[in-house]
């Protein structure tokens, strides 16, 4: 597609359930970032891909959270028995590493999470 | 630790006027600095970036300036807009570390009124 996909928009969960969130890359992009904005705070690097692999997921905040991609394309964050502080919306980004001003980082629009 | 500062949560300025959006860092190993707008329900939007070896950057209406030496960069909106209004981050990346995630501010909502 033109640009990055993220479904759900919206997700509205119970304390305690499991969600997966979908990230579709711009075709071709090897990096794929995911980010969160909880209210009132800046963008919080989560979990880093190169290709299919993970080299840096130093920002997951627990091992509630886990991500995968495959096939160099889409990649599923997964965050298990939510909690209401994992309310945020999730961002997710892609790169193609081919220079440029922005670094070839292009936004998706975002997942809002709310868990009650 | 926050390694990317933006100390303004908002800024009100007519249209017309001259808005400067301030960011202060603390991480000597940055070395490329960007500019995102996001408006609500969308995701951050490029606007303009700056290297470390240069001290000003310049795309229209947007100027970027950077001052190594206080770890301290701004961006410059002249003239303002209406559709100016939206939150801007502060990003910045180390990447003659070869590391090209970005760290980010918590944003300024700029709101430029007519």
């Known amino acids: 597609g033109a640009g990055v996909s993220q479904s759900p928009s919206n997700k509205v969960t119970e304390k305690g359930k499991d969600v997966e969130l979908r990230c579709d890359p711009i075709s071709g992009h090897t990096a794929l970032y995911w980010y969160r904005q909880r209210l009132g705070q800046g963008l919080e690097f989560l979990i880093y891909?190169?290709?299919?692999?993970?080299?840096?997921k130093s920002g997951l905040p627990s091992d509630r959270f886990s991500a995968e991609r495959t096939g160099e394309s889409v990649s599923t964050l997964t965050i298990q028995r939510t909690q209401q502080e994992d309310s945020a919306v999730y961002l997710c980004?892609?790169?193609?590493?081919?220079?440029?001003?922005?670094?070839?980082?292009?936004f998706g629009s975002g997942t809002r999470l709310t868990v009650v | 630790d926050q390694q990317v500062k933006q100390n303004s949560p908002s800024l009100s300025v007519q249209e017309g006027r001259i808005s400067i959006l301030n960011c202060d860092y603390t991480?000597?190993?940055?070395?490329?600095f960007l500019w995102y707008k996001k408006y609500p329900a969308e995701g951050p939007t490029f606007l303009i970036s700056?290297?470390?070896?240069?001290d000003k950057n310049e795309d229209g209406r947007f100027t970027v300036f950077l001052n190594k030496s206080a770890k301290h960069l701004s961006l410059h909106i002249v003239p303002s807009q209406p559709g100016d209004s939206a939150v801007y981050f502060c990003a910045a990346s180390a990447l003659l570390s070869g590391y090209s995630t970005l760290t980010f501010g918590k944003g300024t909502m700029l709101l430029v009124s007519p």
């Open positions: 991480n000597s190993m940055f070395d490329y």
């Open positions: 980004a892609s790169s193609s590493h081919a220079g440029g001003g922005s670094l070839g980082y292009t």
């Open positions: 891909f190169q290709g299919n692999s993970a080299p840096d």
């Open positions: 700056i290297s470390s070896i240069k």
